[in-house]
């Protein structure tokens, strides 16, 4: 019997999601960043984030900020075309939203142009004129409050947001301003689970939950946390469901033993010549350099 939790068939669009706040239903969203994790992902979760994440968890840098147009684009490209059948979103990374709505427009604007079916940018009521003038263009955006990674520098580390009642009351009021805004969702981290609960009872729209409690309208966790595929330390709101990383080099070192010690390939697994041909190739000889 199979133990793989399916999500519906029918394409995550914006309106499907409205529809499951209303009716209680909880969402999935995972991140990834290539055709193979799209491909694991899709039939699993509803919706799939090309996060700037991309940065820390593939390409080696320590935090997001690093992370270029270029690159989102390039992992996005690789995610669209296995065309998801999730909802797709891609993350703007740091400084492809701050230059003006002109920039903001043509960034964004080109992530859709490759296939994406909304963008995700983080900050809150100094956002919510670059978000209108996204929205204007038709271009569907997710908000992200709370433990917002490209602040890493102004929060002084990775820290719990919201702890307090002015960063608590601003976070509601942001919240609120970003869904006036017209956010059609709110990614909510690294926030105190009453705070996480208090937003999305009193918005409209879901609210996408990372360490910020169960009350969220569904929850985010990176791909490869869950899988159990980073070797860095995990935060306390990450489940890891398999130890993916230490499975996997199991199974390599197991290849590699077989191919030192010859087990590899047998003979099943090695094409052969035609009928014939072997006498041909054996009676050749290397003709003489000059
Ligand atoms: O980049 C990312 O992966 C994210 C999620 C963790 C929400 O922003």
New binding site residues.
């Given amino acids: 019997m199979s133990h793989i939790s399916q999500a519906p068939v029918e394409r995550i669009t914006i309106p499907v999601l409205q529809r499951w706040k209303g009716e209680g239903r909880r969402v999935a969203?995972t991140?990834a960043y290539d055709a193979v994790t799209a491909c694991i992902a899709d039939p699993i979760v509803d919706i799939i984030?090309v996060?700037?994440?991309?940065g820390n968890?593939c390409l080696g840098f320590d935090n997001?900020l690093p992370v270029s147009m270029a690159m989102m684009n390039h992992h996005l490209e690789a995610v669209s075309r296995t065309r998801p059948r999730a909802l797709l979103v891609a993350?703007m990374p740091f400084l492809s939203f701050h230059l003006g709505p002109e920039e903001t427009i043509r960034n964004a604007g080109g992530f859709l142009q490759r296939g994406a079916d909304a963008v995700?940018l983080?900050g809150g009521a100094k956002r919510t004129e670059i978000v209108r003038a996204l929205v204007d263009c038709d271009i569907p955006v997710m908000g992200?409050l709370g433990l917002t990674?490209q602040s890493v520098n102004v929060m002084g580390g990775f820290k719990v947001q919201g702890r307090n009642a002015d960063d608590a009351l601003r976070l509601l009021d942001d919240a609120h301003r970003l869904q006036e805004a017209g956010c059609f969702a709110l990614?909510l981290?690294g926030i105190p689970a009453e705070l996480a609960a208090r937003a999305t009872e009193t918005l409209t729209i879901p609210t996408?939950g990372?360490g910020a409690g169960p009350s969220c309208s569904g929850q985010?966790?990176?791909f490869h946390d869950v899988l159990g595929l980073t070797a860095s330390h995990r935060p306390k709101f990450v489940r890891t469901y398999v130890e993916g990383f230490q499975l996997l080099q199991e199974a390599l070192s197991r290849w590699a033993a077989d191919v030192r010690n010859g087990a590899f390939p047998t003979s099943q697994e090695c094409y052969r010549l035609p009928e014939g041909l072997s006498d041909a190739i054996a009676s050749w000889a290397p003709s003489n350099p000059t």
């Fill in positions: 969203m991140t984030l996060g700037d994440s991309v968890v997001t993350d995700k983080e992200h990674p990614v981290e996408i990372i985010v966790l990176v």
